[in-house]
């Protein structure tokens, strides 16, 4: 039996590779992040192309070289698509096209018409070393930088990083073929520094797919970790997400940190919007609540639904002052405004700012009594905490 040549080997290793790894992100193709897809495809046409390349000798040279070469282009033209949606980016489509038409013509002409293997290799890395450059560019870039340390922003990185390195081996490669300085032959008996630019090509996309299956894996990661912080109906924080974050800020402010401040918030005389005009109408009020209520906060200001119709607000580094001024802003924006059908509302609030030895149940109770207070003396209006007679009893709104 004749033994099978390292090219050849590898070629095999990587195809099988390149199954496996399309196996794993066909199984994502339905999760709904864009550019999943174009991997898929990308990966599909890269195993196909690493197939036809495997088969050289077997098969016409026109499906082992043109085919299996513009396959592979395609795939890698394929997977920047992907990783530019991916990223919220526009993929260089025109560009792309025209590439890999420019890869087919050139391994025709310099195959058919004027056999010059250095220069069919040339062609193909002058068309990989630049997408490889394109992708590492976007993944580099684009990646999320505001994601906390261990959310999947060093998978960006790694993956763009390799991609860089792919294309600066193709470059050589192409300047060296140029050159003549890798001998090639003109089967798959190749040795010395040709087989480590055959390996590079061939493992390139299977090691970029590795890179994007982490990185679908930590988008859908953040995607149910804010499924499970946002409130459905208002897009506000959760009343658990809430909490965990005045949690932290009352920790810092333990610490030494400026003290915040809360605004515990209610729409005035809910029910009967719900009783009038329907419950649609009600959701619609909370909904434009919300909106108004982001509108006018600071930077950093936090909003959550605490349920039904009462929300609170964390205000790091804030005075009473302070504080009831965003809340006056807040009510007087949600008075003026009207919505369909003539649906008007208004809001009472209650404003705490936090002191030493305060849990956030402490503070939430204070909050929650200058609403009372807000209440009962008319409605339409924001009370802080140290007004006469504020530590009214009530049954806190956080336990």
């Known amino acids: 039996m004749a033994q099978m040549s390292l090219p050849l080997a590898l070629l095999v290793i990587t195809t099988a590779l390149g199954v496996m790894m399309l196996a794993i992100i066909w199984s994502l ?38 085919g299996a070469n513009v396959a592979l282009a395609w795939a890698m033209a394929q997977f ?35 056999d010059q293997f250095y220069l069919r290799v040339a062609v193909v890395s002058a068309f990989h070393a630049p997408v490889c450059t394109l992708i590492g560019l976007i993944l580099i870039r684009h990646r999320p930088r505001q994601w906390p340390a261990g959310h999947g922003g060093g998978h960006y990185l ?11 081996g193709h470059a050589a490669r192409g300047v060296l073929s140029v050159l003549r300085v890798v001998e090639y032959t003109n089967g798959l008996e190749t040795q010395g520094l040709n087989v480590f630019f055959l390996t590079l090509g061939a493992l390139v996309l299977p090691a970029l797919t590795m890179s994007a299956v ?13 499924i499970a912080n946002t409130d459905a109906l208002t897009g506000v924080l959760s009343r658990k997400a809430w909490e965990d974050l005045a949690r932290r800020e009352l920790s810092r402010a333990e610490a030494g940190g400026p003290a915040p401040s809360v605004l515990m918030i209610d729409i005035d005389r809910f029910k009967s919007v719900n009783d009038t005009w329907g419950h649609a ?4 009020v909370l909904q434009a609540f919300a909106t108004v209520a982001t509108g006018h906060l600071r930077p950093g200001d936090q909003l ?3 349920g039904g119709e009462e929300f609170v607000v964390l205000l790091p580094r804030a005075t009473s002052a302070q504080a009831a001024a965003v809340a006056e802003r807040i009510r007087a924006a949600a008075e003026a405004s009207t919505l369909v059908e003539g649906v008007r509302y208004t809001l009472s609030a209650g404003v705490a700012t936090w002191a030493r030895g305060d849990g956030l149940e402490q503070l939430a109770a204070r909050a929650d009594a200058a609403l009372y207070r807000a209440k009962m ?21 956080l336990a």
Do not use: K
């Open 377 to 397: 003396t008319g409605r339409n209006r924001v009370q802080w905490e140290d007004a006469p007679g504020a530590h009214a009893e009530r049954t806190p709104a």
């Open 158 to 168: 790694t993956a763009g990083l390799f991609a860089l390195a792919a294309a600066a």
């Open 281 to 284: 109408a009600g959701d619609a």
């Open 29 to 66: 193709r339905r999760c709904g992040l864009p550019g999943v897809r174009d991997w898929c495809h990308a990966n599909l046409t890269a195993t196909a192309a690493l197939a036809l390349f495997a088969l050289r000798g077997m098969v016409p040279d026109l499906v082992s070289i043109v």
């Open 80 to 114: 920047h698509t992907g990783a530019a949606r991916f990223c919220g980016r526009e993929p260089h489509r025109g560009w792309l096209l025209s590439g890999v038409i420019g890869v087919g013509a050139g391994i025709v002409y310099w195959h058919y018409v004027n």
């Open 304 to 306: 959550g639904r605490m």
């Open 214 to 226: 982490l990185m679908i894996h930590d988008a859908m990661v953040r995607r149910l970790e804010a």
